[in-house]
């Protein structure tokens, strides 16, 4: 999600026009950026419209044009305050140039998917304990940045609340790490009840976030937990049909699509796709076709696509290297969005909600003797093929990918 861009330094009276569809204005009374034609509340309890909720805090739905109240700017993130909080409230920090927002005890950045990529974990011993960092839009050389307490070896998939990243490490426990800072991830909950998170797939808009995943009797269930608090996940909803593993999902701020995956029935590969609603528990629905059968595939996008790269079919004896895009609010057939720099399947994706980047996996059927360590990136809004980068530090064979602030 791009965010605001309020000046770091305003006079009083400066206006502000984001997208061309809002204009805020600055009060150095108020000390905080009033959206225009609102009545300022008090400085110390900030409110919204009794009719906005979380899913409409997005680009695509207009935050700012459903926005009431202000903005309370503060120097830095650190001078937030912690107490006598209403959820709902915003605040701005100029050192992060990041719109905040409380939904629970801690405020969650507007903009949940940022410049600084993460790369967790991997099924090659090398690769299950460590996490690598990539700045997406500058191709930034990988870097080693966390270490996690629990090996994270077949596809437990991370999410971001932009401040740091949650994973299933092992399938067994959540954990999360710093995303700007790095260093050991600590615990940050329990197990996903009767649900394995290895060999499935994740998506989340930076507050709820919500796993797909398989054991050894294949579990057709998503469950989900909140980012800002941790805990207990609990159950969210069940597939239609029980015909998957090896999904890869992608998502906006409403909702997670599920895509591609290996048919229960017989083993081989499904272009099915569902969707679930992040704040609507209970049921996922069907979306459409993805247009080919895959198994470990990579996917990602921003607030409009999500796009789905490489997978194998046929026991990995072929192996693409396809990326499709679909749109989320229409569902429905998806359309051909390029190529990868070459065939991939059992790697991960991530984005910066601008650029997608796609790395790892393998590429011969074989874990052990195709194992790939390149990264290809693509614009998302403007299609064609994606263009290798670079290299990561090690190969990694079914790690994941999310991303978050750089500071």
């Given amino acids: 999600m791009s965010k605001i861009g309020f000046s770091s330094n305003p006079s009083n009276g400066a206006s502000h026009t984001w997208r061309s569809r809002r ?69 701005y920090a100029r050192d992060t140039n990041e719109l905040y927002v409380w939904t629970g005890a801690s405020p969650i950045p507007i903009s949940w998917a940022g410049a600084l990529g993460q790369v967790a974990g991997g099924w090659d011993s090398a690769a299950r304990s460590s996490v690598d960092s990539i700045n997406i839009a500058t191709d930034t050389s990988v870097t080693s940045h966390a270490s996690l307490t629990s090996q994270a070896a077949h596809g437990d998939h991370a999410l971001s609340t932009g401040s740091y990243a949650v994973i299933p490490a092992g399938g067994t426990s959540m954990h999360k790490w710093s995303i700007p800072t790095g260093g050991d991830s600590s615990s940050f909950g329990d197990s996903l009840t009767n649900n394995d998170a290895q060999r499935g797939s994740a998506a989340g808009n930076g507050v709820r976030g919500v796993w797909r995943g398989n054991n050894s009797t294949r579990y057709n269930k998503f469950e989900w937990m909140a980012l800002d608090t941790g805990g207990n996940t609990q159950h969210f909803a069940d597939l239609p049909t029980k015909f998957v593993t090896d999904d890869a999902m992608a998502g906006n701020d409403t909702k997670g699509l599920s895509g591609m995956g290996s048919h229960q029935d017989d083993y081989g590969g499904t272009e099915r796709c569902y969707y679930v609603i992040y704040d609507t528990t209970g049921s996922a629905y069907n979306f459409g076709n993805l247009g080919r059968d895959a198994t470990r595939p990579c996917a990602a996008g921003d607030d409009t696509h999500g796009l789905w790269a490489g997978g194998g079919h046929a026991n990995y004896s072929t192996v693409y290297s396809g990326i499709t895009a679909v749109t989320y609010d229409t569902g429905g057939t998806a359309i051909n969005g390029g190529s990868l720099s070459r065939a991939r399947t059992g790697g991960c994706a991530m984005s910066d909600k601008t650029y997608v980047i796609f790395m790892g996996g393998y590429a011969n059927g074989n874990v052990s003797t195709g194992a790939r360590n390149d990264i290809d990136k ?22 994941s990918g999310t991303s978050g602030n750089a500071s």
């Fill in 23 to 91: 204009r805020f204005n600055y009060s150095s009374s108020k000390g905080g950026w009033q959206a225009k034609g609102a009545t300022p509340p008090t400085p110390t309890a900030p409110t919204l419209n009794a009719s906005t909720d979380l899913q409409d805090m997005n680009d695509a739905t207009g935050l700012a044009a459903r926005m009431r109240g202000m903005a309370i700017m503060y120097n830095s993130y650190s001078d937030f305050p912690t107490e006598d909080i209403y959820t709902g409230t915003f605040a």
């Fill in 378 to 399: 693509r614009v998302i809004a403007t299609g064609g093929n994606a263009t290798l980068i670079g290299n990561l530090s090690t190969k990694r064979v079914f790690s």
